[in-house]
């Protein structure tokens, strides 16, 4: 059995005991039933996710996931593919936003080349590990982005991260990823998965202006007939249309549900790869949180498609794993929240009159 199989089977439904234990708690709580809202429920789900009814919080991590794109040579981004491998040199030496804000909320931060055009493996980046299936995906305009073995090395290079985090003790695990024109490949998935036409699932990315908007637009759907025989099933539809870091991102979500760890998916990118993941196993949507709502393209219309609820709604569009990290830090806020507030027993509080 292959490492995605066995994982698969791994997977089993969130701990509604853990949930309800949960809640218990949170009512015993000194405020009002209900009264801090969405942050009760996420406490509870973590819980539910982690079979844990403490809700205990071991760390989290934010794994970014970085690969180039054939794809850019049909000229769907404002910039260069040079720029992939110069922001994971970014993002390893702290510099990028998502490097801020790991710092800033205390987030362990991965960052993994798993198929960046240029190889620098030989001569290793300080602070990149080196996953890499090949040197960039191939232009699915024109033929299959990966080979079917190449997509399932991808997504089990992604359950081996979310394993090797859940075995060091982390209790949650943001997915993000760099990659230019990756946002191409992620509509043109969330297009072929949810049946949103590409004109309406696709944005600018790095910042396309209407003309080459218009020209990415064109390209999906071209790409979706030409691949329209692969549509139907969930992996080969990713290995058709995907890439290398959107397919590790599908085994980060596997592996996190099979080792009881709350996936944050990012935005619109990473959206994609939960999508992707969720057609895998039925059980496996309810071990993700959605981080938040994208302004990029019809991410809207795919959480609605996905009955997805995301934690923020900030207009934001970075991709990184940004929105991961300040979603994050609202579910750690929640369970500061939920293992400090007094008991209204202990606090000598009265109860609600009966």
């Known amino acids: 059995m292959s490492l995605l199989d066995s994982t698969l089977a791994a997977i089993s439904p969130v701990g509604e005991d853990a949930s309800s234990a949960a809640l218990a708690r949170l009512n015993s709580l000194t405020k009002p039933l209900g009264s801090l809202g969405r942050l009760e429920e996420i406490v509870c789900r973590y819980a539910a996710i982690r079979r844990d009814p403490a809700a205990r919080w071991g760390g989290g991590t934010i794994a970014v996931f970085v690969a180039d794109h054939g794809v850019a040579d049909e ?16 993002i390893a030496q702290g510099g990028a936003a998502i490097s801020v804000l790991a710092r800033h909320f205390g987030l362990g931060l991965e960052v993994i080349d798993v198929g960046v055009e240029t190889d620098t493996s030989a001569d290793p980046m ?46 949650i695990l943001g997915i993000g990823e760099m990659g230019i024109a990756n946002s191409t490949s992620a509509a043109a998935l969330l297009s072929a998965t949810t049946g949103v036409s590409p004109d309406r699932i696709a944005g600018r990315g790095t910042g396309l202006d209407d003309a080459r908007l218009r020209h990415k637009v ?8 030409l691949h329209r ?23 980060v979500c596997i592996g996190g549900a099979a080792h009881h760890v709350p996936i944050v998916v990012d935005g619109f990118i990473a ?6 993941a969720g ?27 996905l009955n997805a609820r995301p ?20 579910i750690r806020a929640a369970l ?12 000598g509080v009265s109860q609600k009159i009966q």
């Not at 064109?218 to 007939?225: F, P, S």
């Not at 500061?336 to 606090?347: D, K």
């Open 336 to 347: 500061e929240l939920f293992h400090n507030m007094a008991t209204f027993t202990g606090a």
């Open 311 to 330: 934690i923020l709604d900030l207009d934001m569009r970075l991709g990184e794993g940004t929105g991961a990290a300040l979603a994050m830090s609202a």
């Open 126 to 171: 300080p602070g990149v590990r080196y996953r890499r299936i090949g040197a960039g995906t191939r232009n699915f305009l024109r033929e299959p982005a990966m080979t079917a073995e190449d997509a399932r090395r991808a997504i089990e290079a992604g359950i081996e991260v979310a394993r090797e985090a859940a075995q060091s003790g982390v209790t």
């Open 271 to 276: 959206t994609a790869a939960a999508a992707v």
């Open 218 to 225: 064109e390209v999906i759907r071209a790409a979706l007939a």
């Open 229 to 251: 025989g692969a549509l139907r099933d969930p992996l080969a539809r990713l290995a058709a249309l995907g890439g290398f870091e959107i397919a590790a991102m599908v085994g």
């Open 75 to 90: 000229g769907v981004s404002a910039y260069p593919k040079a720029v992939t491998i110069q922001m994971l040199r970014n």
């Open 279 to 305: 057609e895998l196993h039925p059980a496996l949507r309810e071990h993700l949180f959605f981080a938040h709502r994208s302004a990029e393209g019809g991410h809207s219309l795919a959480l609605e498609h």
